[in-house]
């Protein structure tokens, strides 16, 4: 079951993880000033805020592995209801994108990055994973799918630790390499940077498109049951 649980929500932690913004977000901090301290405080916050949003959906549908149960019909048709809402969230987003010539959308938060207080590099860790709303919808998914699973005690903490960290593994990678990487992974860093930069729009939309599009079928495979 374990195994089971952890499978299911390993595209949902990749879709998390691939989110464009987060990753600019942690390069530019380790490479303003306090770049350590500000990388490492913005992991945390991000590990946090991910942590929380998926502990809340799996109390609340703790019940959700017996499909006869009002939780589970609740987990369907939140489902329905997350698949379409990132459908909609990837064409929103491909039809408000920078057309040729426009500024990106991210500079106008980008450069107040490299002087960032302590508390605001946690904080906005802490925001862009556990309080943005794709990420929620993506967190909702990925714990509703841990908790019909079946997994329980040891098993259902594992399983959520798993989820937490490779929605994290981006962010976490980024400030190992700039920790032990020297001026060489700041230049690789920043190409990374530059690539998200360019791509966040079409990265974002491909993520949300498809994986909208899988959780609105397992929606309505389990409302079919």
Known sequence: MLIQAIGAVLPTA??????PFPLIGVVL???GRQGRRNGLLFAAGWITGLGVAATLVV????GADDPDSTSSAIADW???AAGVALIVLGARKWWKRPRAGDEAEASAWMASLDSA????????GALLSGANPKNLVLA????TSIVEAGVHSADLVVAVIAFVLVGSCT????????LVG?????????GIRQFMVTNSNVITVIVLVLLGASILGDGLTGLGR
């Open 14 to 19: 990749l879709a998390v993880a691939l989110s």
């Open 29 to 31: 901090l380790l490479a």
């Open 59 to 62: 109390v609340v549908f703790g």
């Open 78 to 80: 939140g489902r329905v």
């Open 117 to 124: 207080t302590a508390g605001r590099a946690l904080l906005l």
């Open 140 to 143: 909702a998914s990925a714990a």
């Open 171 to 178: 962010v976490l990678g980024s400030v190992i390499i700039h």
């Open 182 to 190: 020297g001026q060489r992974a700041a230049s690789f860093l920043d």
